[in-house]
């Protein structure tokens, strides 16, 4: 596996600010991924940060609300803008590590983000 | 795109026990098949996987089992402990190397 870190570990914020969360790999990797987890709730993948590209969104998660960046193999951010109450929630990267023919992922420790 | 549906969302056994957590998937492309257990405040950590071409994988109390014609995969744990106690997510992955990942199951191992 690899060591993956994320900071903030938490964070309470203010309505209508933006914060930015990063995180952090101990090796180069191809894919990192940005999940959000409300709580009680399952995974549910924000984007795939590409390395050198903008990021791919999944459906329901725009750019001017969730920008990320990826400057190289080992490090990305993602921003939460604008926050709302609804944006409180567990935000988890990954990294998927290749293992034979499989790309498994491997979860960072999250940020839990509070909005007030 | 992926859905994957997992039963029960909650799960109460004796420990010593057998536990299992059945998921069905939608996209017969999907290859790959991992489950997580996470722990509560914890990060979700990988327990077992299982590929498209195989149909059953073991690991000491943990195996998987995967149907690919019927599109559903199945996580048993035997002889349960307290430390069991998480919830665990099935998840399948497609295209374009994404997991999808089941609504997860909160597992209670009682003493």
């Known amino acids: 596996s690899a060591v993956i870190s994320q900071k903030p570990s938490r964070d309470i914020c203010q309505r209508g600010t933006s914060l930015t969360i990063q995180c952090q790999v101990d090796?180069?990797?191809?894919?990192m991924f940005w999940y959000r987890q409300q709580p009680g709730q399952s995974l549910t993948l924000i984007a795939t940060?590409?390395?050198?590209?903008?990021?791919?969104?999944e459906s329901g998660f725009v750019i001017d609300k969730f920008p990320i960046s990826r400057p190289n193999l080992t490090f990305s951010t993602l921003t939460v803008s604008n926050m709302s109450p609804e944006d409180s929630s567990i935000y988890l990267c990954?990294?998927?590590?290749?293992?034979?023919?499989?790309?498994?992922?491997?979860f960072g420790p999250g940020t839990r983000l509070t909005v007030l | 795109g992926e859905n994957v549906e997992q039963h029960p969302s909650t799960l109460s056994v004796q420990e010593g026990d057998s536990a299992v957590i059945k998921c069905t998937y939608s996209?017969?492309?999907?290859?790959?098949f991992p489950w997580y257990k996470q722990e509560l405040g914890k990060r979700p950590q990988l327990i077992i996987d299982?590929?498209?071409?195989?149909g059953e994988k073991k690991d000491q109390r943990i195996a998987v089992t995967l149907n690919k014609t019927a599109k559903h995969f199945s996580l048993h744990i035997t002889e349960t402990q307290p430390e069991d106690s998480a919830v665990y997510f099935c998840?399948?992955?497609?295209?374009?190397?994404?997991?999808?990942f089941g609504t997860g199951t909160q597992l209670k191992v009682e003493l």
């Open positions: 990954s990294v998927g590590l290749t293992q034979g023919a499989t790309d498994t992922q491997y």
């Open positions: 090796s180069q990797v191809t894919m």
């Open positions: 299982i590929r498209s071409n195989v």
């Open positions: 996209d017969s492309a999907s290859n790959y």
């Open positions: 998840a399948a992955k497609g295209g374009g190397n994404k997991l999808t």
């Open positions: 940060a590409n390395q050198g590209s903008e990021a791919t969104y």
